[in-house]
């Protein structure tokens, strides 16, 4: 449960925490929560100095150049009618334009040297090992470091465990939230799947929040998906791990297949008795194994196949659906028990099974979603309105923080291809379609925010199906889904055409904001290897690539060192674990360091843009988070996968990208800007993420909060009191 604390700016500041417990008396929790909220008393909703309500679609990666060459075209009527009506420009992003520093600025009008957040991925540098930078999971006193499965590598789990009674999750986001200022000026606010907002922030009288990107799954991971094949190779055994997903061998006889769904950790489970018993058997039989899944509760899995048709009945527990070949089911409600000599556990959730192929029989299960009708843990503020959601729209959803799939599109072998994959997104985007509709139904005043994820979670995995210089160009492919890009921008017009029907464009306030843009991703940078062979970085045994842990560094002769997506971080001595570099000699280092990188590149082309230094375009920024500098990719390059875990491949600098995750932005900030369109006029220059929160502040007369750097857009007299942001300005 949330630890109780006073409303107000107090409370905000605080780090948000919230209990996740694998039981059943969470639930009852919960319902007591619900209960509470229930009975609170509610007073008229604020309106605009123009007597209006405000509505924002947050439409993540939506790019100004793809957005006005579809204008042009003649292919965004609504879009059109907007800007005719306001303003369209685009919006300077953060760096680095990675989504959960980019959704910071956003929610707290700050740039990361308020928020703390420059990466999906931070290092500790007390103890040298990464973690995610949104949150943290906390069990019995052991910090959890969970990284996001893009990042993930297999083995990880077994090297720093999964919580199994009970966790505590934290926000690491620091600083106010804008919605907090608009509860004490009475103003409601709902806010749909904004992302980094896992846990859920404190409740209070005026908001209504989903999570967003950052929710994990049941696990308590990014999502880790399950498949069940009758035609596993033989190599693999009865089970094979990736990244982000288990694969399961199926042995059929007389067209009946068995076997189970795996969660989390029994929370009777003993480890330390477990172990014990193990190492007596071990010491009795040298050839004694482990039994795989000791402690983890789990569902029986029965498939039956029709002997005469491409169909399948799938029995999870006690629940069973009938399934043809190519055909999605709708959410399935499981339990998972725990079993053998510690029974009396259970936990359930949510999944959704996919039949790819009856003979051989393969079958998808989607990661295993918190219920929004009976949540295990939180997804959102009050803890009843995820439920409620549900209820409206008749059908259980998606609460897991990005659920389009990219781990079983990219696995070995493919569990999904682009065609599953994109039946896949189809659904959640129908999904998210009937909710949004209800929402603009039940908008009559105050701020209304709804979050798109397929403008960017599309871009990224068929950005390649565009650019015919890209390594994964497939001309084949190409032809069947090179559109896919283009039509998800039309069903964004779409969207825009359904909440006119809901707003007044005379007197209300229509905004439509991205995060970033996009650029093709063909060539991957191996920051570290780059630094071992220039001298800075000593790795005598390369890091595998299965690998993600520092500790094959010579770290008494290494220098600098880069983990996250952009991040270069300088071994300082009194800082790091075993840093090495004197805190003087730190700048002039860096220098040498940015001099050499902006001279690197593949075949002439130049891969690097820029190098920031981190203190001095964030002046705020915490010495012992923040990476000390930032690399600026050109377009079509970016830090490596392998460079995002910390490992040193002995493969050169560049590595071609030859994987479905095809388009990114994680590159420098000026080369992806997002978009801002308005029915009003935007009355300051250089418009960035940071100044959307006190333009919506400005419309309901309320002044922004202390630690602002954001100006208002619309009323450019009323400045942040906060503090200035750098020159040049750097989100």
Request: glycine share 8%; with cysteine; hydrophobic share 35%.
């Amino acid at each position: 449960m949330r630890k109780t604390r006073s409303q107000g700016a107090a409370e905000s500041r605080a780090p948000a925490r919230r209990r996740f417990r694998l039981t059943l008396a969470a639930v009852a929790l919960a319902s007591l929560g619900a209960a509470v909220w229930s009975g609170c008393a509610r007073t008229a909703s604020a309106s605009t100095k123009q007597g209006g309500k405000v509505l924002v679609l947050g439409m993540d990666g939506l790019d100004p150049k793809l957005l006005q060459k579809l204008l042009d075209a003649g292919k965004m009527p609504n879009f059109a009618k907007l800007i005719a009506k306001g303003s369209f420009s685009p919006l300077e992003t953060s760096m680095p334009p990675q989504s959960p520093v980019a959704w910071s600025n956003f929610i707290s009008g700050a740039n990361p040297g308020v928020h703390q957040i420059y990466d999906f991925v931070h290092r500790d540098p007390t103890t040298m090992r990464p973690y995610l930078s949104t949150s943290r999971i906390e069990d019995k006193g052991k910090v959890i470091p969970l990284l996001p499965d893009r990042v993930k590598a297999p083995g990880l789990d077994e090297m720093y465990g999964m919580p199994n009674v009970s966790a505590e999750q934290e926000s690491l986001r620091k600083g106010d939230q804008f919605w907090d200022a608009l509860n004490r000026a009475n103003v409601d606010t709902v806010m749909y799947r904004v992302p980094a907002t896992y846990p859920p922030p404190a409740a209070n009288s005026r908001l209504k929040l989903i999570t967003g990107m950052g929710t994990p799954d049941l696990m308590g991971g990014y999502g880790e998906f399950t498949a069940y094949f009758e035609d596993l190779p033989s190599q693999y055994g009865d089970e094979k791990s990736v990244a982000g997903g288990r694969l399961l061998r199926l042995k059929m006889k007389d067209d009946v297949g068995r076997s189970a769904l795996y969660g989390p950790m029994n929370p009777n489970f003993d480890t330390d008795v477990a172990h014990e018993k193990d190492t007596k058997k071990r010491e009795k039989d040298p050839n004694y194994v482990v039994p795989p899944h000791q402690g983890e509760m789990k569902a029986e899995v029965v498939v039956q196949r029709d002997p005469d048709r491409a169909a399948v009945l799938l029995s999870i527990g006690s629940t069973s659906v009938l399934l043809n070949e190519g055909e999605f089911s709708e959410w399935l409600p499981v339990t998972l028990e725990g079993k053998g000599p510690y029974p009396g556990a259970s936990v359930s959730a949510i999944v959704r099974a996919f039949l790819i192929s009856a003979r051989p029989v393969k079958i998808y299960l989607t990661p295993m979603n918190i219920d929004p009708r009976h949540p295990i843990a939180p997804v959102s503020t009050p803890t009843n309105f995820a439920r409620d959601v549900a209820e409206s729209i008749g059908a259980s959803f998606w609460t897991q923080g990005i659920p389009e799939d990219s781990k079983a599109l990219r696995s070995n072998p493919q569990v999904l291809d682009n065609a599953g994959f994109l039946k896949a997104a189809t659904l959640l985007e129908a999904e998210r379609r009937r909710q949004y509709l209800r929402a603009l139904e039940d908008f009559k005043s105050g701020v209304l925010f709804f979050y798109f994820g397929q403008t960017d979670q599309l871009a990224h995995h068929f950005w390649r199906e565009t650019d015919p210089d890209h390594p994964a160009y497939d001309p084949e492919e190409a032809k069947q889904f090179g559109d896919v890009i283009e039509k998800t921008y039309l069903d964004m017009d779409e969207c825009l055409a359904e909440a006119m029907k809901h707003v007044d464009l005379d007197k209300d306030t229509l905004i439509i904001m991205s995060d970033h843009g996009f650029s093709s991703f063909r060539w991957g940078f191996h920051l570290n290897t780059w630094l071992r062979d220039n001298g800075y970085l000593d790795a005598p045994n390369p890091f595998k690539r299965s690998r993600l842990k520092f500790d094959d560094i010579n770290w008494g002769a290494t220098r600098a060192y880069g983990v996250g997506i952009n991040g270069l971080y300088i071994n300082v001595a009194g800082r790091e674990k075993n840093g090495i570099v004197d805190p003087k000699d730190k700048r002039a280092l860096m220098e040498e360091i940015a001099a050499k990188l902006m001279e690197v590149k593949r075949e002439g082309e130049p891969a690097i843009r820029r190098i920031y230094f981190t203190k001095d375009i964030y002046p705020g920024a915490d010495d012992k988070v923040a990476p000390d500098m930032l690399v600026g990719y050109e377009a079509n390059y970016r830090a490596s996968w392998d460079t995002s875990g910390g490992d040193v491949p002995n493969e050169g600098w560049f590595e071609a990208n030859t994987e479905a995750w095809s388009g990114d932005h994680c590159i420098a900030h000026d080369v992806v800007p997002g978009v801002f369109l308005a029915n009003r006029p935007i009355l300051i220059d250089n418009p960035s993420l940071s100044d959307v929160a006190p333009t919506i502040l400005g419309l309901f007369d309320v002044a922004p909060l202390k630690n602002m750097t954001g100006r208002d857009m619309f009323h450019p007299q009323a400045q942040s009191t906060g503090g200035k942001p750098s020159a040049p300005r750097v989100e």
